[in-house]
C-alpha cells in the first residue's frame, strides 16, 4: 500500500463573527496583480470554519485548513 500525500490548503485570517454554534466566520485576505493594470489588489472572502465549542472569538488571528466537507457551507477547520 502506496503512502498518500494529501495537500490540503491553508490559510492566514482574522475572525469575524462567532455567533453561529461550533462555527466561526473567518475573512482572508490576498494581494493579486492585476494582469492587464499591473496593481495590486487586496481581495477579501469569507470561510466558514468548524471550531468546535466556539474557543475563538471576534478579531483573533487563526490559521485554517481545508478539510472534508463537514456540511453544506464548512469545508475548513481550525489548524491546531
Known sequence: MKNKVINRKILLGTVVSDKMKDT???????????????????????????????TKKVGEKVSIEECAPISRHKHFKIKI
Not at 26 to 54: L, Q, S, W
Open 24 to 54: 466561526i466566520v473567518v475573512v482572508v485576505e490576498n494581494y493579486i496583480k492585476h494582469p492587464k493594470v499591473g496593481k495590486y489588489m487586496k481581495t477579501r472572502k469569507k470561510y466558514k470554519v468548524h471550531d468546535v465549542g466556539n
